[in-house]
């Protein structure tokens, strides 16, 4: 999102409104759109698995025309039928797959610290696809990970109730005319409780 902070800067926003707008886009975007190397992914397997489907129907159509009755050319009609059959069984499953790996990445962008080591803890095999597209099961085993292991995921932040969370903002806040010499962080936090 380096290129929308920079559009934002330009427009000039001002880095608090950026910094909330952004997590804004991060929430909703997973929502509505599919990252682009993901799409890339899926496309390119969409596009060898129907070539090799392709191919294979071409050969079958080839034997069929030249086969007359030979049992040898019948034979290996039969066996090229098989293959074309588990190739299709093969790219259903590798589609099917890689619907998965998209629904679990984009329910975790942008909610958790590593989405790799999250994701390995998924179990792929309790997840079921719907005719719908929507994955069953992923909701539940993500609501346990959060539960059993709080520390992978990114605290969410509560705007209703006034904005994020407290604490230590680099570059922010502090003395709103700082001196003109550097200070170091012995001397400015000595100085926040002289001052209180």
């Known amino acids: 999102m380096d290129w929308l902070r920079e559009l934002l800067k330009q427009a000039g926003w001002e880095d608090a409104k950026i910094d909330a707008f952004i997590g804004d886009v991060n929430k909703e975007l997973p929502k509505h759109f599919v990252p682009k190397s993901q799409y890339n992914e ?30 040898d050319l019948k034979q290996q009609i039969e066996t090229l039928k098989t293959e074309n059959q588990t190739a299709k069984t093969q790219y259903e499953s590798d589609l099917k797959e890689v619907k998965i790996s998209n629904a679990i990445t984009a329910a ?9 080591v999250v994701t390995g803890l ?28 709080a520390y992978l995921f990114k605290e969410e932040e509560n ?19 700082p001196p003109g010499a550097a200070v170091s962080l012995k001397d400015a936090i000595s100085s926040h409780f002289q001052t209180k």
Request: charged letters at 35%.
């Open 108 to 116: 975790l962008t942008g909610k958790v610290h590593n989405e790799k």
């Open 122 to 149: 998924i179990d792929k095999t309790k997840l079921v696809l719907g005719d719908d597209g929507k994955i069953v099961g992923l909701d539940e085993q993500l609501t346990g990970l959060k539960t059993s292991d």
């Open 42 to 71: 899926l496309s390119e397997t969409r596009k060898k698995l129907e070539k090799d489907v392709a191919d294979r129907d071409k050969q079958i159509d080839d034997l069929g025309k030249t086969a007359g009755l030979s049992e």
């Open 159 to 177: 705007k209703e109730a006034g904005g994020g969370a407290g604490g230590f903002k680099l570059g922010g806040g502090g003395n709103p005319n």
